[in-house]
């Protein structure tokens, strides 16, 4: 059983910075992709970045590509989400997800992801 861990949330000001970390206890080799949602009341869940495992290729939802970045730790049981320019509409519940896709590819759509974190809660005040 894979169970995903996320930490690094709080309040930020607007332009700031911040990154969110998710660790993973244990790990499959049917489990090759990660990624981070987010989800504010009444919304759906909705994917922002993800990556695959074994490729590296990365996904990122238009909203925030360019200023959120993706990553992986060297052991790939670690994620990660640095996250700048932070907007007041980046507010959310933020949430580690862990799944698997075949192929090189990775993807951003909930349905593909079975396992997931708390999540983290991230404020930005404009």
């Known amino acids: 059983q894979v169970q995903l861990v996320e930490s690094g949330g709080g309040s930020v000001q607007a332009g700031g910075s911040l990154t969110l970390s998710c660790e993973a206890s244990s790990q499959t080799n049917r489990n090759n992709q990660m990624a981070w949602f987010r989800q504010t009341p009444g919304q759906e869940r909705e994917g922002i970045a993800a990556?695959?495992?074994?490729?590296?290729?990365?996904a990122y939802d238009d909203s925030v590509k360019g200023r959120f970045t993706i990553s992986l730790g060297n052991a790939k049981n670690a994620v990660y989400l640095q996250m700048n320019s932070l907007r007041a509409d980046d507010t959310a519940m933020y949430y580690c997800a862990a799944g698997y896709m075949f192929g090189p590819f990775t993807s951003l759509a909930i349905s593909r992801y079975n396992y997931w974190g708390q999540g983290t809660q991230v404020t930005v005040s404009s």
């Open positions: 990556i695959s495992t074994s490729s590296g290729y990365t």
